[in-house]
Structures are given as C-alpha cells and as structure tokens.
C-alpha cells in the first residue's frame, strides 16, 4: 500500500501540498488529475524520492520497487530487445552472473531465481510489448539510434512494462503513442499485476485502465473510486450541492448583518446584535471547489465550396519511387468528418499530406476545388515555433497588415489572453504551443482542416472545447488521432489505412478496438465500398437533416439536465418523510414524466441520424 499522510511541499514559496493525504492499496490502478500546474508530476517526485518531503510522509512497503519511464529516452547501438530486457535489473545480472559462476551452491541458487522470475519466457515477454507499442520482429533487431527521440521513448516505456515495478508510474504515457498502441496500452495496464499511477489527459485511458481517481486540488488528494466520467458528475453534484448551500448561508449571513446594521447602536437590542456578530464569526464560509478554467478554439468560418473539394482518382503515392499507399480512389466534401485508422507504418501521415498538398502523387489524378483553402497540424509543427519569438509575432508574420487589437483577439479565441501573447514560446506550457499552433493552421479558414494528433499536450478540459470547436466547424475535417473519445464524438466516417490501400471501415470505432485488441488477430481486409460519386440527396435536404440531428441532440441533453435535477431532488432524505408523501408523489411523476421523455427523444434522434447517415451514403 501507498500511504501519504498529511503531507507538505511547496516550491519557490508556492504550497503544492497543504496536508494531503490518500491511500492506494496494493495493485489498485489509479489516474491522478488536476489542474496544470498543480504539482502532479512533483508528487511523482517525492514518491521516488527526488525531492525531499517538508512535512508530511509518504510511506510504501519496505523493498518495493518504483518504475516510470525516464526523461532521457534510450540511444546508442544497443538493439531494442535487448534495451527492453536490460529493464529488469535483476534477471539481466542473474544471468550475467551465471554465465561466470563456478561455485555449485550459487550457481544453483542462481538458476532457481531464475526460473521463480520466469527469466525463460522473457525474451517473448519484451517481444510482446514491443509489438504492442508498433514495432515489426525486424525492428526489434535494430540498435535505439535508428529511431527518432518519440520512438525511443516508446522503447524506454517498453522496458518500464517488462521490468513489472511494484508501483509504476506514469507521466501521459500516450503522447507517444498512436490509437493502436494507446488501446493495447490500456488494454495491458488493466491487466497489469501490481499498483499504478497515471497522469493522463486521455479520458478513455482514465475511463477503461484504471478503478480510481486521485483528485489534486487545492493543495489536498481525494480518491473516488471509478473511471473519470464517474469522478466527473460526482464533482459536478458535489459543486452543485455546494453552490446551493453557499447561496444559503450568504442569505443567512446577510440577514443577520442587517440586523446588526440596524440595531447595534440601539441599547434595547444591544445584546441581540451582539449575539448576531458572534454568530456572523462563527459561520465556516463554505467555499464550492473551483469552476475549471473555461478553454476555447474559436475557427473561422470558410465559404462553401461547390463539392467535391477533393477528388482522388487512381493515386498511387510514397517515397523514393516506392509506393506507400495505391489504387486511391477517395472523396471529401466539405462537410465531411473522416478519422483515418490504421496500424503504425502504414500510411495515415502519408495520406494527410498527400490531402494537404505536401507530398505530389506518384501517378493518378488529384481534383481539387479552385479556391480550395487547407489547414495542415501535425505534432512537428509545434517544435518548429520560434523559440524566441512571441505568440503575437508569430501571428503578425501571418497577418502584417492587422492591427494589433485583432491580433489580439485571434490569440484569444485559442486562450491565449494578455500575458502569454507576448511571452516568448519557449516559457510556454506544451498546451499553449499546441494552441498557438492550431491558430496558425486555422487562421485562414480552411475548407479542408487536417489534424494529426492535435491533443497531445492539450488537458482535458482543452480536448472537450476542441470537440466543440470542431462539430461546429464548418469546413471538412480529416483526424489522425489515439483519443477514442475526440473520435467518437467528431468522426461520421473512418477510413482504414492498411495493406497499401485506403478503405472504408464499415463498423463503428468499438469493433475497431475490439478488432485491435484481439490477440495476434490476423490482418483483416476492409471490405471494399463503392467511393462516393454523388450525392443523391440536394444539398439544402442535407442541410435541413444536420439541423434536425442538432436539435433532437439539444433535445436529449435538456431533458437528460432536467432528470438530473429531479434526481438531486428525489435524492434528499427529507422528501421522504411521511408528512410529504404527497409531495415525493409528485416529484416521482414529473420524474417518470422526464425519462419517458428522453426515451421518445432519443428515438427521434436516432430515426433523425439514421436518415442523415442515408443521405450521405
């Protein structure tokens, strides 16, 4: 078990922890979030004992092990097997050690410690999860310094994995992963044997690989037990019970001021006023947790564009006079939501570039529309911002002729405020680089925006105002990404990237995971779909169908807000009492009235999507 207890740390005069405590038994997997800055990676710190505690202990079992993945990622001409099985120290000088023994006794205490840490089966173990993480046999084979420093890492991840820690930590470990690495990651940490502690903004990792949330706020750790949508309404009841309460006592506390204001000076109720003030001292002011900081994106709007606005036809397209994707016959209209999907290697960044216009075809015909504007974010792009340059300035090398008040503006709707448009890049957070640089791809509203990754470094709450950002996007959006949630809820249609082809994926984004997941699964063919050619249905009949899904959407979630205030109400003891039967009655009737209503609401919505879904095909 991890016990913290009371504890104390602050850094250049700023308290992180003002007597926080929690408790992690043994082997229980838990995600540890907060807001940024409020000191989630220095609590790593202090559990391995990089930083010394102020007050406060942190206590684990005597002899545990604590693993995470190091900041330096691995390099050299060491190949990646033997990096990942170099991981766990004890196998790697046991073995050592037996191939110099002479003594009988140690030799044979050696190979019995060998095989109670099943040192045998290793090799296929590390193999295991380097497959796992996107690497090929063949790859496996070759030495660390064949590989780019976000690869490496992957390796330094795989070989934390092998050596099975008592207590793993994990500091975002999908920033380097794509979608199948991310799923197979989840998918291992859940069956992982011992404790673990993850940061992460990945709400599908927080969701599936771990029974618990560790909350850091305000200087102080609370566990709830559940995935983070879990944690996420208990906060939102708990802040709106708060809130209420906090509403109530300023009533209270006005009242009795009143009374003070009014009688303190007159002798006859003195003594009543008197009574109040004391009263007034003693009310604990009850404070309902911080709001989360809202973040936005603000994308401007394109003009509509005669469809298609891309048209491949024939296109065979790589590097070096070598093919990578063939036999491309796709298209994209301008209100098209397509996540590409398909294992590491086989072409999805190709294809993003080919759409962007960043890499020409081999061979075949590329159609695109006259005025045809393309938005490209791809992870590089926010190392290559000017170090030493301010947000403001890259925006004005952009935008010479704009006034500063604009420019300013600009930044601001990507939440970048007054300070940090003129802090120069280097000072930023990795969110803030990412935002600025999904500025600099959007500022001259795309037809076409093409995203790869754009959430690695962004939090939670930016992910979510990235959703919102997109679904209200006007122009087509083409999404390369290892967040299952921002797919889910953006994407209508997935295009499998595999085998040198491009088709589409006819089932939903859990079969795709499911698919992902299932052991040594064979690769499977796509099954082909005519491309689309033309659209049966008027592009005014399409447009009215998208505003009838966006209202039978708002629909569901009015009547979904209304149940969970009936339920706040249902669930006060008071209601209960024999006195107001016939008031919980009533409550219980408006109740049955609200979910009879959601489930006629979510019929139309899904009758409403259905018909839309036909109209494209």
């Known amino acids: 078990m991890l016990v913290i207890e009371d504890l104390h740390f602050s850094i250049e005069g700023r308290p992180l922890f003002a007597g926080a405590s929690a408790r992690i038994p043994a ?11 409020s000191g989630k990676t220095t609590l790593f710190r202090l559990i391995r004992g990089e930083l010394a505690v102020e007050g406060g202990a942190i206590r684990l079992p ?3 092990r604590i693993g995470g993945v190091a900041q330096e990622a691995p390099a050299g001409a060491t190949s990646l097997l033997d990096t990942v099985l170099a991981a766990d120290t004890e196998r790697a000088s046991l073995m050592a050690e037996a191939e110099t023994a002479t003594d009988a ?35 496996m084979r070759q030495p660390c310094s064949d590989f780019s420093g976000g690869w490496r890492m992957r390796v330094a991840l795989a070989g934390v994995l092998f050596a099975q820690p008592d207590l793993l930590l994990l500091d975002e470990p999908t920033n380097y992963l794509d979608l199948e690495g991310a799923l197979w990651l989840e998918s291992y940490l859940a069956r992982y044997p011992h404790t673990v502690i993850i940061i992460s903004h990945d709400r599908g990792l927080l969701n599936r690989a771990v029974g618990a949330i560790l909350h850091l706020e305000d200087g102080r750790l609370t566990l709830y037990q559940g995935g983070y ?27 009795l001021q009143s009374f003070v204001d009014r009688f303190r000076a007159k002798a006859s109720k003195a003594r009543q006023a008197q009574s109040r003030v004391k009263m007034l001292e003693k009310m604990t002011p009850i404070t309902p947790p911080a ?13 509509e564009l005669s469809p298609p606005i891309v048209a491949l036809e024939g296109v065979k397209v790589g590097y070096d006079d070598v093919p990578v994707l063939q036999r491309l ?7 098209d939501r397509i996540a590409l999907l398909g294992r590491n290697g086989e072409g999805k960044s190709t294809l993003s570039k080919l759409l962007a216009g960043k890499m020409e075809p081999m061979g075949g015909q590329i159609t695109r529309a006259a005025k045809l504007r393309v938005g490209y974010f791809a992870q590089h792009q926010v190392d290559e911002l000017h170090l030493d340059e301010t947000p403001l300035q890259h925006i004005q090398r952009q935008r010479p002729t704009e006034g500063q008040p604009r420019l300013r503006a600009r930044l601001a709707g990507f939440g970048l405020f007054a300070d940090q448009a003129e802090t120069e890049v280097e000072r930023l957070s990795g969110g803030q680089k990412a935002r600025l640089s999904l500025l600099l791809a959007t500022i001259d509203a ?10 690695n470094h962004l939090d939670i709450e930016s992910r979510e105002a990235l959703v919102e950002a997109l679904t209200a996007y006007s122009g087509a959006v083409v999404l390369v990404s290892h967040d299952m949630h921002l797919l889910n809820l953006v994407a209508d249609r997935l295009w499998l990237v595999s085998n040198g082809a491009v088709t589409p994926w006819e089932d939903d984004l859990e079969s795709y ?20 050619t033309a659209k049966p249905v008027a592009k005014a009949d399409l447009v009215l169908l998208r505003s009838e899904v966006r209202k039978c959407e708002q629909r569901v979630e009015k009547l979904s807000e209304m149940r969970d205030k009936l339920a706040r109400k249902l669930a006060d003891p008071a209601l209960y009492d024999d006195a107001r039967r016939d008031e919980l009655e009533v409550w219980n009737r408006k109740y049955a009235e609200v979910m009879d209503g959601i489930e006629r609401a979510e019929a139309l919505w899904m009758k409403a999507a259905e018909a839309l879904e036909s109209a494209r095909a």
């Open 513 to 532: 995971r499911r698919f992902l997941l299932t052991s040594d699964a064979p690769e499977r063919e796509a099954r082909p779909k005519a491309p689309k």
């Open 291 to 303: 709001e989360a900081a809202r973040h936005v994106f603000t994308f401007p709007a394109p003009e």
């Open 62 to 64: 005597n002899r545990a």
């Open 105 to 139: 006794a140690r030799i044979a205490a050696v190979q019995a410690r060998l095989t109670d840490i099943d040192a045998w089966s290793a090799e296929g173990r590390a193999s295991s999860i380097l497959k796992g993480l996107g690497f090929t046999e063949d790859e």
């Open 27 to 37: 082997g229980h997997k838990v995600g540890l979030v907060g807001r940024n800055g």
């Open 329 to 335: 016959n796709l298209r994209v209209d301008q209100d």
């Open 229 to 255: 949508d879990t944690f996420a309404r208990t906060r939102a009841e708990q802040r709106a019970v708060l809130v209420a309460e906090a509403k109530k006592q300023e009533l209270r506390r006005a009242h």
């Open 446 to 455: 795309p037809h076409l925006l093409i995203l790869d990754e754009p959430t």
